[in-house]
């Protein structure tokens, strides 16, 4: 079975960087966060896969994390942030190269205490289901 890692953490990518208001609210999406980063900003975390064929077709399914990162006082920005993430992820067509049928959902958000109590951070993930070409 052929992975989807990078097809899909680039779909992703251009998915969240696609959104013009999530783009307003960030000053990036990264897979690696450059230092120093300026906050707020978004990055693209773990990525699962399981197999999930059927009789004739092979696919996936794949469990996304998607982190908010704020340094603002209190979480109202943490959560708009991620509101901005959700709009642009949850529910929505998403381009794997080399997948068809692909179905990304949100399934659970939380917040994560910083050692540094000056940080924000927000962790969601979304469950991605997708059909191998």
Do not use: C
């Not at 208001?21 to 000053?27: I, Q």
């Not at 994390?65 to 943490?78: C, F, I, L, Q």
């Not at 190269?97 to 993930?125: C, E, M, N, W, Y």
Request: proline share 6%; charged share 20%; net charge negative.
């Amino acid at each position: 079975m052929a992975t989807a890692l990078r097809p899909l953490q680039t779909a992703i990518y251009t998915k969240l960087t696609g959104s013009s208001a999530l783009m307003a609210r960030v000053s990036g999406v990264y897979d690696k966060v450059p230092e120093p980063a300026t906050y707020p900003f978004v990055t693209i975390g773990a990525i699962s896969e399981s197999v999930d064929d059927t009789h004739d077709h092979q696919g996936l399914v794949s469990l996304v994390n998607v982190h908010v990162w704020s340094m603002a006082p209190g979480d109202s920005e943490t959560y708009d942030v991620f509101a901005d993430v959700d709009a642009a992820l949850d529910r929505t067509n998403l381009t794997v190269a080399g997948f068809s049928q692909v179905f990304i959902k949100h399934t659970q958000h939380q917040t994560i205490p910083d050692p540094d109590p000056r940080i924000r951070h927000l962790s969601a993930t979304y469950r991605v289901s997708m059909r191998k070409d």
